[in-house]
């Protein structure tokens, strides 16, 4: 269960004040993103030639994906940053990790400045403190005096990871992670949301997102406390009430705007057990329009749209004039009896499909936190495709890395597999193309 919340932990932190007994290992500042145009059209193509190779091993005629930066005036680029300690007995006592985020907004530069001076906050903070580390070393120390034959010391870890969920000509936002292990059966996390007004580079606040703050804040109460009394929430919560739910939902950070909507969330422990980790609640734009969202913070991108409870979403997915209903939905989340459905018209895909029924299946993707989202690739078909979201994980290392395998449900009632990418559809940096049924020496070139 804890492998499920170490995500995308693959940077740390420098700057930190060591002991006359400790010495720093490793430290490394790397730029993720930033390439000239000749480096970026030169990794498309050796990208999209690897891409056709492993769609064609996979899926012998599947449609050939493309990852490609969105036309937007906001750039992201992320780094990240590494830093191990081990003391004088050579023994690895800390990480430290941190990957984040600097923004570029075209033409605004002090909107630029001002995101980036608070993001930068954030990670001085963070660089400054020094707690787990001395944790750590207070650990090792008391665990070597007690001269414990052959002692094993599990090193410590502290991380802060920054995530885009948008990225547009009104808004940025980050989910901001940051998690320790300080001993014990598992490490402890904590997320905030950080909300940017591309204008003027503030913090959004969630008063200002409609006019009416009050009564936006009842209907958006109204909406969750519904979820929150579907079997899916049921299941992973302790049954808390609509007062419970405000106190915990409504504080500051405790929101974002994602592609799909506005999204509230708890942290481990709050609304549900630990297992159930950061309990989200996403209400789609559609229903926000209804609650007098400003115009400026509504989402008109790539539709998006998660089903993230039993309850039947009607839409045309293959473009023949006629809604689908839809379902998806986790039976016992997180549990070993845990069951994914995928329904259309009445067809459960997950076990009728054999391709997601194995993908579902391995146990290598922890599918009991799987995602489902009705994804638009290419606005200019009539197609909806269906994305599949998991966290792939070796079990011998613990590095997680999310996955996405995407479908396309035919006319003739198929479900046609396209393929998967390493990531995630909702990152708002990036979308994702199809070139519809090439042949083998189409795709290779």
């Given at each position: 269960?804890?492998?499920i919340?170490?995500?995308l932990?693959?940077?740390?932190?420098?700057?930190?004040?060591y002991?006359?007994?400790?010495?720093e290992?490793?430290?490394?500042?790397?730029?993720l993103?930033?390439?000239?145009?000749?480096?970026?059209?030169?990794?498309?193509?050796l990208?999209e030639q690897?891409?056709?190779a492993?769609?064609?091993?996979?899926?012998?005629?599947?449609?050939?994906i493309?990852?490609t930066v969105?036309?937007?005036?906001?750039?992201?680029?992320?780094?990240t940053?590494?830093?191990?300690?081990?003391?004088g007995d050579?023994?690895?006592?800390?990480?430290?990790k941190?990957?984040?985020p600097?923004?570029?907004?075209?033409?605004n530069?002090n909107?630029?400045?001002?995101?980036?001076?608070?993001?930068?906050k954030?990670?001085d903070?963070?660089?400054?403190?020094?707690?787990?580390l001395?944790?750590?070393?207070?650990?090792?120390?008391s665990?070597?005096?007690?001269?414990?034959a052959?002692?094993?010391?599990h090193?410590?870890?502290?991380e802060?990871?920054?995530?885009?969920?948008?990225a547009?000509s009104?808004?940025?936002?980050?989910?901001?992670?940051?998690q320790?292990?300080?001993g014990?059966?598992?490490?402890?996390?904590y997320?905030?949301g950080?909300?940017?007004?591309?204008?003027t580079?503030?913090?959004?606040n969630f008063?200002?997102?409609?006019?009416?703050?009050?009564?936006f804040?009842?209907?958006?109460?109204a909406?969750?406390?519904?979820l929150?009394?579907t079997?899916?929430?049921q299941?992973?919560?302790?049954?808390?009430d609509?007062?419970?739910?405000?106190?915990?939902?409504?504080?500051?950070?405790?929101?974002?705007?994602s592609?799909?909507?506005l999204?509230?969330?708890?942290?481990?422990?709050e609304?549900?057990?630990?297992f159930?980790?950061?309990?989200?609640?996403?209400?789609?734009?559609?229903?926000?329009?209804?609650?007098?969202?400003?115009?400026r913070?509504n989402?008109?991108g790539?539709?998006?749209?998660?089903l993230?409870?039993?309850?039947?979403?009607c839409?045309?997915?293959?473009?023949?004039?006629?809604?689908?209903?839809i379902q998806f939905?986790?039976?016992?989340?997180?549990?070993y009896?845990?069951?994914?459905h995928?329904?259309i018209d009445?067809?459960?895909?997950?076990v009728?499909h054999?391709e997601?029924s194995?993908q579902?299946?391995?146990?290598?993707?922890?599918?009991?936190?799987?995602?489902?989202?009705?994804y638009?690739?290419?606005p200019?078909?009539v197609?909806?495709?269906?994305?599949?979201?998991?966290?792939?994980?070796?079990?011998?290392?613990?590095?997680?890395?999310p996955?996405?395998?995407?479908?396309?449900?035919?006319?003739?009632?198929?479900?046609t597999?396209l393929?998967?990418?390493?990531?995630t559809?909702?990152?708002p940096?990036?979308?994702?193309?199809?070139?519809?049924?090439?042949?083998?020496?189409?795709?290779q070139?």
């Open positions: 269960m804890v492998s919340f170490i995500l932990c693959t940077a740390c932190a420098d700057n930190i004040s002991s006359e007994s400790e010495e290992i490793t430290q490394e500042n790397t730029v993103s930033p390439q000239t145009e000749e480096e970026q059209n030169e990794g498309a193509v990208e690897n891409e056709g492993v769609l064609e091993e996979q899926n012998e005629g599947a449609v050939l493309e990852r969105r036309d937007a005036p906001v750039r992201i680029d992320f780094y940053r590494e830093q191990s300690t081990k003391n050579d023994a690895v006592l800390c990480t430290r941190c990957i984040y600097v923004v570029t907004i075209a033409g530069e909107a630029t400045d001002r995101i980036n001076a608070d993001i930068q954030r990670i903070s963070f660089d400054t403190g020094t707690s787990v001395d944790d750590a070393n207070q650990a090792y120390q665990m070597r005096d007690s001269r414990e052959e002692f094993h010391f090193p410590y870890f502290d802060l990871i920054f995530t885009a969920v948008r547009d009104n808004v940025v936002s980050f989910l901001e992670t940051s320790y292990y300080i014990g059966a598992h490490g402890m996390y997320y905030s950080l909300n940017y007004d591309t204008r580079g503030e913090r959004i008063a200002d997102l409609s006019a009416n703050a009050d009564a804040r009842q209907d958006t109460l909406f969750i406390h519904d929150a009394a079997a899916a929430y299941g992973i919560m302790w049954g808390n609509a007062d419970e739910q405000q106190e915990i939902l409504y504080q500051d950070e405790r929101w974002y705007l592609t799909s909507g999204v509230l969330f708890s942290n481990p422990y609304l549900g057990p630990f159930a980790g950061e309990i989200e609640f996403t209400i789609p734009y559609s229903d926000l329009e209804g609650m007098d969202l400003k115009e913070y989402y008109t790539a539709k998006t749209i998660r993230q409870t039993e309850e039947i979403c839409l045309d997915l293959n473009g023949d004039g006629r809604e689908e209903e939905y986790i039976d016992q989340m997180g549990s009896d845990t069951d994914v995928f329904i009445g067809t459960d895909y997950a009728e054999e997601l194995r579902f299946s391995d146990d290598h993707y922890i599918f009991s936190w799987a995602q489902c989202y009705l638009d690739m290419d200019t078909d197609e909806i495709e269906i994305a599949f979201q998991m966290n792939y994980n070796t079990w011998e290392d613990d590095i997680v890395t996955h996405t395998f995407l479908y396309r449900y035919e006319r003739t009632g198929e479900l597999y393929g998967s990418i390493v990531g559809v909702t990152d940096t990036v979308k994702l193309c199809t070139i519809s049924q090439n042949t083998e020496s189409e795709v070139n």
